[in-house]
């Protein structure tokens, strides 16, 4: 079984320009989830889709992060536009019932 | 707010001795709890799990207590082996909702 992929690997931006990952989950798992973590701290849940609609979405700083999953399957997350304290790891994760599996994620530097 | 809170940002621990990661929250409306373990430049993997109706859960060489009256729960590891070495993570979540992530213990298994 295939895990839970992102793309790219890593970025470097400069501040004030956008970026934007993609997500592709376990075949099946109709939950998906993007997580952003910063070094030395736990992820934090930032939007959780179920299927394609948003389950919740409270931390997402909706200024300038967005994402969507149109069909139900991939995700994107966009920042636009990046601040420094935007650097971090960005972790997606999918899941059936409870345990989540999580892709290698996105290391994301803004200089 | 940290819902979760892992307050030992390490531990060191001899090969073949018990190693006990622990972990505190604070919502009482968490109804399950799960461990992820950690190595560099991977996501978090699925370790083990426990509903909030059992105290304990074991599988192979883990084991997780849950106190929900003292609003505490364990991940104990024994023997300990040298693969064991990784950051772990505990994560709580309410209705499968909002998981919410400690900020990880980083174990290192000597040989």
């Known amino acids: 079984e295939a895990g839970v992929a992102q793309s790219p690997r890593y970025k470097i931006i400069e501040k004030r320009q956008s970026v934007a990952f993609w997500c592709n989950p376990i075949s099946g798992h109709a939950t998906l989830y993007w997580y952003q973590q910063i070094l030395g701290q736990g992820p934090k849940l930032l939007i959780q889709?179920?299927?394609?609609?948003?389950?919740?979405d409270s931390q997402l700083p909706k200024d300038r992060f967005s994402a969507e999953r149109l069909k139900g399957v991939d995700s994107t997350l966009k920042i636009q536009p990046a601040k420094l304290e935007d650097s971090a790891v960005y972790l997606c994760?999918?899941?059936?019932?409870?345990?989540?599996?999580f892709g290698p994620g996105t290391r994301l530097t803004v200089t | 707010d940290q819902q979760v809170k892992q307050n030992s940002p390490s531990l060191s621990v001899q090969e073949g001795r018990i190693s006990i990661l622990n972990c505190d929250y604070t919502n009482s409306m968490f109804d399950y709890f799960l461990w992820y373990k950690k190595y560099p430049a991977e996501g978090p993997t699925f370790l083990i799990s426990?509903?909030?109706?059992?105290d304990k859960n074991e599988d192979g060489r883990f084991t997780v207590f849950l106190n929900k009256s003292a609003k505490h729960l364990s991940l104990h590891i024994v023997p300990s082996q040298p693969g064991d070495s990784a950051v772990y993570f505990c994560a709580a979540s309410a209705n499968n909702n909002d998981m919410r992530f400690g900020a990880g213990t980083r174990l290192t298994v000597k040989p």
């Open positions: 994760a999918s899941s059936l019932v409870y345990e989540q599996y």
């Open positions: 426990i509903s909030s109706i059992k």
């Open positions: 889709f179920q299927n394609n609609g948003v389950v919740d």
